[in-house]
Structure formats: structure tokens, C-alpha cells
């Protein structure tokens, strides 16, 4: 049975009294990846590839951090996972190299849905390049992707589709296994911003047939670091730009500079925690993958299964918080039948107050939320609210409780019953 009250004893920043609802712009590390970057910067601080123990110590870490995120991604092998700044970082550097292949014409799709990071670096390289970008808008009565309008833009064979897991503004769960199949059929590559569904449900890259995948730890209760997934044998054959002593070969290829050591031992850290909630909490979820992983393979994908099932519960909880609210406006799926198609992050408005009020407001009763785009450019410029502050946006994780959603809600009805007094 799922512990919530073990699971919080695990994030010291939840024991000052504040609720983090604030989680869709980044998660409390967990207590496992703070010990790790301790342990490292004391006992194993080096550079890589050296002949001294610290060197070879370092080394390990690394490898042993990247074969635990290829078990989280599911990827073929760990070379598959390059480590970089975060994923925006990360995705500007793989444009960069996938660029050489296009050439004037070829056409690029991108959506609307997007986090600005999945959009603007193919924009750019389109714009290097002479390519063409195909937009995919969304449904903004119920923040869907516009699927027929994909299928219509697949017409033109497009060499890349650029598609988000979840949308960092309204939390729509895009189909993206579906997104691949027809993406694949028309010739193109497949890049997947998994940023914000990382932290809310299993990833299998291999099951979702995408060549690339891109994520960020801080976004899943870990460190400031980026994670990249590319099929090895596209990455082994694309240009990487880089110094020129460093490796040719995977995984380091594509990691420009030294990295960030004690945040990947961070990860490390980040994984072991994931793991313990897999073998303590999902008991449920043991059938659903004990038949195609084993190990820390299996811990992982059952901690992020039980992890969903948890926050399905939690899901409802905020929009009912945020609904019964008078003046309020949510924007995205609001249909509770079909709330498997998000993950428990929603963006709104209170009539009478911007955004960064309500979110000043919250603050002031020790809630925390964002207001803005987000750096969803697109969605906010598409639901006619960017030039009015964007949009209030709260997202609760597994180790959120309903009591502080309810806290939530009250602040809500404070604020509201105040402006009507």
C-alpha cells in the first residue's frame, strides 16, 4: 500500500511547512540524490578517464548512473543516454547535428502544445537549413493535439516530427506511440520532449518505437541535469560538435566538456529512491512488468506505475480545489472521465485578478505556484491569454496529500471572497 507519509520523510524540503504545488516547474530532490552529491564531492571528486583512484571511482559512478537511467527510459543499452546541462541544452545540441542532414525544402513538424524548447531549436535550424516547419495546432476548448491536423501535415514527408509526452501548461498526455507509428510510416524521425511526464508514469523508448527522447532530472525529484535518449545507431552516425581530443564514440560523444559529476551522482542517488518505491509500494503493479523486466528495471517501471495510480487520486482533488472556486477558468481537459489522458497539472484563471496576483496571493499563505507561459509560448499565444499574464499554473506530484490540496483550496476561496467583500 502506497505510504505517503513515508514517502515525504524522504524530501527534507517538505518538512518547513510549505506546499509545493509548484512541482510542474521542477520537483524537491529527494533526500537519496543529496547524500550521492555529498558522498562524491568528498570522496570520489575528479575528472574522468584518469589513472588514479578518484578518477576510476568517478568513472564508475558515471557508468553506474547511466546504465540505472537506461533502465528508467528503458533504452536498448546504456551508451543510448547521453548526460548534458538539461534538456533544452541537450536539444539545441542534437538539432544542431541532425541539421546537417536536411537540406532546403525538407520539412519539420512542431506543435503548438509545445514547451518552447522542443520548438524553438528546430525553428532555428529550419531557419539554418531552409527547411520548412509544418505547425500542428491543439483543440483549445480541451487542450488536445489536433491528430487529424498531424496526419495532414505527415503529407509532406517531413524528416523530423518534434512532439511533447505531456504539455508542461495544460497536461494533456499526447497518444505518442500512436504519433510515432504514423510519423515512421511517412519516413520521418521522431524527437520526444518527455520533460513533464517523467515524473508521473512509466517511459519505455523501446515500446514507443521514438529515435529520440529527452527529459530532465530536476523535473523527477532529482538534480539540475539533463537526460538525452537516441537510438545508438543514429547517434553513432551523426556529427557531433565538439573538442577534439574527446571521444567519437557513445555515450561520451555527444557529452560536450566535462559534465556535471555530483549531479549525475545526484541521479544515481534520484534512482536508488525510485527503486525503493518500487519494491515497497507496488505490489499492485508487479504483474503489469515482471514478465518483460527484472532488477532495478522492474523496481523503476513499478514505482512510476504505482506513482500514477497515486496521483490519479490527487488529479481530481486539484480540479475539483480549483473548479468549485467561483470565476474560475481551467483550461484543458476538464472531462474527469478522461483524465488517464493527463497528468495532474492544470492552468487557469481567477476573474478579477492576473495570474501573478493570484500567485502572490498563494504565496502569501505559504502555497506555491507558477503564473506566466512557461515557456509554452505557443499554447498561451493560442488560448489569447499571453498578453494578460498567462495563466496560473498548479501541479501536484506523489508526495502532495489531499490535505494540502484542500489548504489549496481554501487559499482559492479566500482570495476570491475578499475580492467580493
Given at each position: ?208 518505437g521514438c529515435d529520440f527522447l529527452a527529459c530532465s532530472a530536476y523535473k523527477f ?201
Amino acid at each position: 500500500m502506497f505510504d505517503n507519509a513515508k514517502i515525504r520523510h524522504q524530501f527534507p524540503a517538505l518538512h518547513g511547512g510549505a506546499v509545493f504545488l509548484d512541482n510542474p516547474g521542477g520537483t524537491q530532490a529527494v533526500k537519496n540524490c543529496m547524500d550521492r552529491m555529498i558522498e562524491y564531492l568528498i570522496e570520489s571528486n575528479a575528472n574522468h578517464e584518469g589513472a588514479f583512484k578518484t578518477s576510476r571511482d568517478s568513472d564508475e559512478m558515471i557508468d553506474k548512473a547511466r546504465a540505472s537511467a537506461a533502465d528508467f527510459l528503458n533504452a536498448a543499452r546504456p551508451e543510448e543516454i547521453s548526460f548534458g546541462q538539461n534538456m533544452t541544452s541537450l536539444t539545441f545540441h542534437i538539432s544542431r547535428s541532425l541539421g546537417r542532414r536536411f537540406a532546403p525544402g525538407d520539412e519539420i513538424i512542431v506543435t503548438r502544445l509545445d514547451h518552447d524548447a522542443n520548438i524553438a531549436p528546430w525553428l532555428l535550424m529550419a531557419e539554418d537549413r531552409g527547411c520548412i516547419i509544418r505547425w500542428v495546432d491543439f483543440h483549445p476548448e480541451d487542450g488536445t493535439l489536433d491528430l487529424d491536423g498531424f496526419r495532414a501535415a505527415l503529407a509532406g514527408k517531413p524528416k523530423l516530427v518534434a512532439v511533447g509526452y505531456a504539455s508542461n501548461a495544460l497536461g494533456t498526455i499526447n497518444p505518442v506511440a500512436e504519433i510515432v507509428k504514423l510519423a515512421h510510416a511517412a519516413g520521418a524521425l521522431v524527437f520526444v520532449d518527455a520533460v513533464h511526464y517523467a515524473p508521473h508514469g512509466p517511459i519505455d523508448v523501446q515500446a514507443l518505437g521514438c529515435d529520440f527522447l529527452a527529459c530532465s532530472a530536476y523535473k523527477f525529484f532529482g538534480p539540475h541535469l539533463g537526460l538525452l535518449y537516441g537510438r545508438a545507431d543514429l547517434l553513432d552516425g551523426l556529427f557531433a560538435y565538439k573538442v577534439r581530443p574527446s571521444s567519437d564514440r557513445l555515450p561520451g560523444k555527444f557529452e560536450t566538456g566535462t559534465q556535471n559529476h555530483e549531479a549525475i551522482a545526484g541521479l544515481a542517488g534520484t534512482f536508488d529512491y525510485l527503486d525503493w518505491v518500487g519494491q515497497h509500494f507496488a505490489a499492485s503493479h508487479a504483474a503489469a512488468y515482471d514478465k518483460a523486466f527484472q532488477g532495478r528495471a522492474l523496481h523503476l517501471k513499478q514505482a512510476m506505475a504505482v506513482i500514477r495510480s497515486y496521483e490519479s487520486d490527487l488529479a481530481l482533488a486539484l480540479f475539483n480545489a480549483i473548479r468549485d472556486v467561483p470565476g474560475t477558468t481551467i483550461y484543458g481537459l476538464t472531462d474527469e472521465k478522461r483524465f488517464a489522458e493527463r497528468v495532474p497539472t492544470f492552468a487557469f484563471r481567477v476573474k478579477g485578478f492576473t495570474p501573478r496576483q493570484v500567485a502572490e496571493k498563494l504565496d502569501a499563505e505559504g502555497i506555491y505556484v507558477w503564473d506566466g507561459n512557461y515557456y509554452a509560448l505557443e499554447v498561451t499565444l493560442r488560448l489569447g491569454v499571453e498578453n494578460s499574464g498567462g495563466m496560473v499554473r498548479t501541479g501536484a506530484v506523489h508526495y502532495n496529500t489531499r490535505e494540502e490540496i484542500e489548504k489549496f483550496g481554501k487559499a482559492l476561496h479566500k482570495l476570491t471572497a475578499e475580492e467580493s467583500s
